[in-house]
T-cell receptor, first 112, second 114 residues
Framework: AQSVTQPDIHITVSEGASLELRCNYS??????LFWYVQSPGQGLQLLLK??????LVQGIKGFEAEFKRSQSSFNLRKPSVHWSDAAEYFC??????????FGAGTILRVKS | EAGVVQSPRYKIIEKKQPVAFWCNPI?????LYWYRQNLGQGPELLIR????????DSQLPKDRFSAERLKGVDSTLKIQPAELGDSAVYLC????????????FGPGTRLTVT
């Protein structure tokens, strides 16, 4: 069965510092991969997606992610974090039946 | 373009009471999903609709949960009777293409059962 692991429950970074959020997935075929962001009391907003092709994908708000098949990873990065990036981030894999299987999320805290 | 609309945003009920959530997907999106997100976890699929048909309801607890999508647009998710363990955020999502896994989420309904 498909699964997603986000090893870090919480991450704290200083404003202006770089960010990397880890995501590992389990899926037999070529995966469809997503990163979503959820601010408190809000729904999920799609940051970026990987379906095929270039393994480095660009998203909104200056985020990017790199698909590494050999490591079954799809880590999210941002070169310089802003205070408004504080939120919870979810990695997801598209599974059979067109459903999304989500990781447990990583809460990002930004300190000034 | 308007996003996925859900109401109410918050609901507090006592256990054993019924509750209903409403979702209006993005215009033209034929695929609609209901997810449940427990505290500290990622969302989990409850049911998926293609137009009016529930094509995947394997994770829906059918003893107390029901859903409908009349006319293939709006959808309602109902719990009767609610239990303490049903406290969660209920998210609705829609997808532009049948067979597409790309989904757009609404703001969710936060349910608290006391």
């Amino acid at each position: 069965a498909q699964s997603v692991t986000q090893p870090d429950i919480h991450i704290t970074v200083s404003e202006g510092a770089s960010l990397e959020l880890r995501c590992n997935y389990s899926y037999g075929a070529t995966p469809y991969l997503f990163w979503y962001v959820q601010s408190p009391g809000q729904g999920l907003q799609l940051l970026l997606k990987y379906f095929s092709g270039d393994t480095l994908v660009q998203g909104i708000k200056g985020f990017e992610a790199e698909f590494k098949r050999s490591q079954s990873s799809f880590n999210l990065r941002k070169p310089s974090v802003h205070w408004s990036d504080a939120a919870e981030y979810f990695c997801a894999v598209g599974a059979e039946g067109n459903k999304l299987v989500f990781g447990a999320g990583t809460i990002l805290r930004v300190k000034s | 373009e308007a996003g996925v609309v859900q109401s109410p945003r918050y609901k507090i009920i006592e256990k054993k009471q019924p509750v209903a959530f409403w979702c209006n997907p993005i215009s033209g999106h034929n695929t609609l999903y209901w997810y449940r997100q427990n505290l500290g976890q990622g969302p989990e699929l409850l049911i998926r609709y293609e137009n009016e048909e529930a094509v995947d309801d394997s994770q829906l607890p059918k003893d107390r949960f029901s859903a409908e999508r009349l006319k293939g647009v709006d959808s309602t998710l109902k719990i009767q009777p609610a239990e303490l363990g049903d406290s969660a955020v209920y998210l609705c999502a829609s997808s532009p293409l049948a067979g597409s896994v790309e989904q757009y989420f609404g703001p969710g309904t936060r349910l608290t059962v006391t």
